[in-house]
């Protein structure tokens, strides 16, 4: 057995373990009840305040602070009093329901379509702006859309776009693309632009009842001639002192490009009404890739100021294992804006970074991305 085939059995294999424990224990904790005293909350028992995971929020609640409260009020009208507005917005609904028309054509091939659970379609289509002194301007246009198809058995859809973006948290921080960077140095690069929106998929939901994860199985096409075959095993689990977990795992074999393993991590302690703590883990496997895995971290803290607004501050670290050498490439902190902009349908995000590479001899530098995005 080659070395990278071992690598890839002892991950798989502390993967499984991993999740293994972690469901014990969330089960576990998640009957274990603690008697309190009245008007005594979790953070003042003796258990808690022995548990130092437990006190961090506690410890940052404490500190002095200039941000406003926590706010779910809208600030841009709903689309349904925006529709008819100007161009943008008729174009938009344009969109949108040529969207919705070709998932029910799609649907009808399949069989006769049911009024009460009609075919529907998302269209996502974004814009990611970098830019930093050492590799300049870049632009990397991205679209991602999914096709509903409930004619058929089980929960069936059509996935077509840029497949990486289905491998990011949904609620992930950072403006993050595994695709490589454009060729020569240019600034927009058309034919890998093409080459990496290309993928369309057949995709399964939920389809086993016995499975107690929440899980697709993808089998499609990408980068024009690599077939896949590609699975996501999901699950949250609440824990008690506000805190929650969520884990998922990512198989994907292609023809071409052959394993790809990634594990995504998050644990939130978030409670109603207040800026919540996160972190955010990746481990990464790939064959197409140089080192044995790398992985990355976000450990932050979001505001919510409005409705769908989010503000984060945090420390950033990544780095990768190489032939048994485990190192930390990059470090630095960072921050993060997004929000609805002019529309309910249109948002912007910012990220301002000051990371810095160790592996290509980078002090910490600035870097910024902005992220435009339209949903239809």
């Given at each position: 057995m080659s070395q990278d085939k071992k690598m890839l059995s002892k991950l798989l294999l502390f993967t499984v373990l991993s999740a293994m424990m972690y469901s014990a224990y969330a089960a576990e904790t998640s009957t274990t009840q603690i008697d309190l005293p009245e008007n005594q909350n979790s953070l003042s028992s003796p258990e808690v305040d022995g548990n130092l995971l437990y006190q961090i929020p506690s410890w940052i609640d404490a500190t002095p602070t200039f941000f406003p409260q926590q706010?779910?009020?809208?600030?841009?009208?709903?689309?349904?009093?925006?529709?008819?507005?100007?161009?943008?917005?008729?174009?938009?609904?344009?969109?949108?329901?040529?969207?919705?028309?070709?998932?029910?054509?799609?649907?009808?091939?399949?069989?006769?379509?049911?009024p009460d659970q009609p075919a529907s379609a998302t269209l996502r289509i974004l814009l990611d702006n970098s830019w930093n002194k050492h590799d300049g301007y870049?632009?990397?246009?991205?679209?991602?859309?999914?096709?509903?198809?409930p004619t058929l058995e089980r929960k069936v859809s059509l996935v077509f776009g840029d497949d990486s973006l289905d491998n990011e948290l949904e609620n992930n921080v950072a403006i993050t693309n595994e695709n490589a960077s454009n060729l020569n140095n240019k600034t927009l690069d058309p034919q890998r632009t093409r080459e990496n929106n290309s993928s369309f998929a057949l995709r399964w939901s939920d389809f086993s009842k016995y499975i107690p994860f929440e899980t697709d199985l993808d089998l499609g096409l990408r980068s024009g001639d690599d077939v896949y075959l590609r699975l996501k095993a999901s699950k949250d689990w609440q824990l008690e002192n506000d805190f929650k977990f969520h884990a998922e795992q990512i198989y994907r074999y292609g023809v071409d490009s052959e394993n790809y393993l990634r594990t995504n991590l998050e644990l939130i302690h978030a409670r109603p009404n207040q800026a919540f703590l996160s972190n955010q883990l990746n481990l990464t496997y790939a064959d197409e890739q140089d080192d044995d895995f790398t992985w990355d971290n976000n450990l932050f803290r979001q505001h919510q100021f409005f409705h769908e607004n989010s503000f984060s501050y945090g420390l950033y670290t990544s780095g990768f294992l190489n032939n048994k050498d485990l190192r930390l490439n990059s470090?630095?902190?960072f921050m993060s804006w997004k929000q609805p902009v002019w529309?309910?349908?249109?948002y912007v995000q910012g990220n301002l970074n000051y990371f810095n590479d160790h592996r290509e001899d980078r002090s910490h530098f600035l870097s910024t991305m902005i992220r435009l995005e339209a949903l239809f």
């Open positions: 706010s779910n009020e809208p600030i841009v009208p709903p689309v349904i009093e925006t529709e008819d507005r100007t161009w943008v917005d008729r174009k938009q609904v344009k969109i949108k329901n040529w969207a919705d028309r070709t998932s029910h054509k799609i649907d009808n091939w399949f069989g006769e379509t049911d870049e632009i990397k246009p991205r679209i991602r859309g999914r096709i509903k198809l470090w630095g902190p529309r309910e349908w249109l």
